[in-house]
């Protein structure tokens, strides 16, 4: 026997949940990106780039370069 209509439904509202907390994850990142942005003047070194450090101190920043 296949699986019961209840148990496809339970299964695509769990993934459903799933799918809307990782968009307000990427949302939540967005607006933070946009504020980093926002706040950099695009100049000067890197080693002094405001949005490189705070991504560091979030522990976000790629390591491969």
């Known amino acids: 026997r296949g ?4 148990d496809v439904r339970r299964r695509a509202t ?3 949940e799933d799918i809307e907390q990782k ?7 967005r607006r933070t990106l946009k504020k980093l942005i926002a706040g ?3 100049k000067g070194s890197a080693t ?3 949005i490189l450090a705070a991504l560091d101190s979030r ?7």
């Open 40 to 42: 950099c003047s695009g």
């Open 59 to 65: 522990g976000t920043r790629s390591h491969h370069g």
């Open 48 to 50: 002094t780039c405001t």
């Open 3 to 6: 699986a019961k209509a209840n």
């Open 14 to 16: 769990a993934k459903l």
């Open 23 to 29: 968009i307000e994850a990427l949302s939540a990142m």
